[in-house]
Structure formats: C-alpha cells, structure tokens
C-alpha cells in the first residue's frame, strides 16, 4: 500500500495508465450521484485537490508552490479590479490588471530564453490560466460578469481535468454548470459521450500519436538530415508531424473533455476535423478552437474595433489585415521566442489575409469562378497542404535542418 501511494506524486495528467485506473475508481461516487440528477461539489473539490497534489507533488513540488502562488496572484488581481469596476469603468486600471495578470507567463516565456532555466514560478499548465484569468478581468470590464465569488473562480481556474491541457472554458458558462447539476436524463448522455471520448483519446494519443510521433519520425528526420533524401525526407517529416501534432494533441483534450463529462461539464471541445476544411479561416475554427475562439474574441476583436473607432486606417480592410497580423504574431510568441514560431505565426496571418482576399474576389465575380466538388476538394487539398507546411515551420525541424546542412 506505501509503495502504491508512493506513486501517486508522479502521475502527471493523462500521461500512463495508473492514472487512469486511479482517475476510474475515485470518480465513481461523482457518478452514481450525478446519475440522481445531482452534484457531489464537496467530493468533486477533493478530486481536484487530490489529482492536482499527484500532479505537482514529488519531483514537481515547486510547481505546486507556484500554482498556489499563481492562484492566489490572479485572485487579487481579479477581486480588486471587479471592486474598482463596480465604481468606475475608464482609467488605465483595466491594462494595469491585464499586464499584471499575464505578467507571469510573459516571464515564464521570457527567461528560458535567455537563461536556459524555468523560473521558479513554473508550473504545467500556466498558459491556460493565464487565459482563463485574462478573460474574467476583460468580461468584468465589459459589465458581463455581475458577480464574481472567490469559491467560483478558483474552481473555474483549477478544474483539473483541463488544467494541463485545455480546452480553455468560458467563466459564465463554467459557473452556470456548477450551479445547475445536469438532469439525470442529460446526464446518461454526458456519460456515454464521456467514455467515447476517453477510449477515443486512447487511440489518439497511445497508438495512432505513438506509432507517427515515437516510431516514425526519428526514423524520417535521420533520413532526411543524412543528406541522401532531405527533399523528400522533409515532404514526409511534413505530413507525419502534422498528423502526429494533432492526433496527440487532440488526444489529451478528449481526455480532458470526456473526464469533465463524467464530472457533469460540457467542456467545449477543442477540435472539428481540421483537415477537411476548405481555407484557412475555416481550419482555425476547426483547430484548437478554444484557443482560435479566445485569441479571436479578446484580442482581434478588441484590436479591430479599437482601430476602427478610432479612425488609424480609413479602410476597414487595412484594419483587420493588421489585426490578423498582430494577432497571429503575438499567437507565434506565446508559443515561444524562436524565430520559427514568429513565422510559423505570421505565415498564418498572411493566409487569412489572402483568403480574405479571395473571398472578396469571389463575391465580385461569383458568375465566373465555378463552385463544384472538384473547385472544393482543390481548395481542401491546397488548405491542408499550407496547414502542414504551416506546422513543419512550427516543428522546429527547417530550424534544425539549416543548423545540420551549415
């Protein structure tokens, strides 16, 4: 018994099957009483003090420290600014509080760069936070949240089952859920999707991700690097690693979807079949959507109604041309300070420009430019082919192939 809770402090979110035996067994109270018709809030707080302490215990204790500490951070900034707001609404109070919340991460990102270390405050999981707190301050600002409770927020910001890895949930939709239990008729169905979803995050992550991430791609790139077939080592390496990125990407927010069903909350999931879609304005709306939908609503939003209100371009073009722009350079950066996420994040906003673009020209010439199967399967074809490439400059591998050729 010592040795099995010896373990426990080891078991990082959805990464081996004990803690998915262990995950099984202690949410099967939360089960049988959410089959009633109700919710175990008490049981379903230890759960999360409980897989969050086998997270970030052990080895990973200062993460632990950190993310008490990063709580309790965001939990002052968010109370004093719903306190100020309740009394004003204008002022330079509003940017204070969305730098000081994102402040961390802007450090946690900064640093490693230049020291080659995690800072101190580190923990799994600190982006997703970081979103979901910038989100509160920002709805607060707009008048959108009413109230905001300590207990709700901090359930909001640690819900474990997403905490590591998305999909980032909406506060006003989170906290409806966890006051309004889900019938015993709606429940039957959450579980059953719950279950789909984790056996679906199985075939995703430990075999499909397994075999292209694990087999495949060391063999490919020491191919490719060997010299003998860079070409067409770099063509496969494309296509593998796409498909690799999203089957185990995919996989951990299935996990974190279908525990959060079992839990009675409809987290929103975080891909649509990406690969099918027909341009790139449609892949994001398909691709990591809670964080496509985020970027979308908090910072292109704002960014594109802050410059046309106040007259920086006279077209309105011009305006989310530079929007897409500044948006997609600032996603490039959050993914890291190399220069191959800047572009991989630029790149795509020369996309969506394009696309934009081509939309408009279509609409003006809509009697000469043909809409049949064959018109939408070149432009699935090109759109999955641009999203690859996309992600082969995100990999870091041209990075690595310019390294090995000087």
Known sequence: MSKLIEMFPYLEPYQKPMYFIILGILLIPSIIYSLKGKRLVWYQALLT???????????????????????????????????????????????????????????????????????????????YLTFKSVQVIMETRDGIIKELKIRDYIQFMIFFPTISSGP????????????????????????????HYIFMGFLYKFIIAYVLGIRLLPLIQERALGQEFIIQGSIAYMYVYSLYLFFDFAGYSLFAVGVSYLLGYETPMNFN???????????????????????RDYVYMRLMLTLVKKKVFKSQITASNISYFILFFIMGIWHGLEWYYVVYGLFHAALICSTDAWIRFKKKHKDKIPSNKITKGLS?????????????????????LIKHLM
């Not at 699935?380 to 999203?387: E, K």
């Open 49 to 127: 003090l409980f897989f969050l302490w086998m997270s970030f215990a052990g080895p990973h204790k200062e993460q632990g420290y950190a993310l008490i500490g990063y709580v309790i951070w965001q939990i002052v900034l968010a109370k004093c600014y719903f306190t100020y707001r309740q009394k004003a609404n204008k002022g330079i109070w509003f940017y204070i509080s969305v730098f000081l919340s994102i402040l961390p991460m802007i450090l946690i990102k900064v640093i490693p760069f230049y020291t080659n270390e995690q800072p101190i405050f580190y923990f799994l999981g600190y982006s």
């Open 168 to 195: 980032i949930d909406r506060f006003r939709r989170f906290t409806k859920e966890a006051y309004n239990p889900p019938t015993k008729e709606k429940y039957t169905i959450l579980l059953e999707k719950g279950i």
């Open 273 to 295: 079949k990406p690969f099918i879609s027909h341009n790139i304005k449609e892949f994001w709306n398909r691709w990591h959507m809670s964080l496509s939908f985020w970027f």
């Open 380 to 400: 699935m074809f090109l759109t999955f082919n641009a999203v690859c490439f996309s992600l082969l400059i995100f990999s870091g591998y041209l990075d690595t």
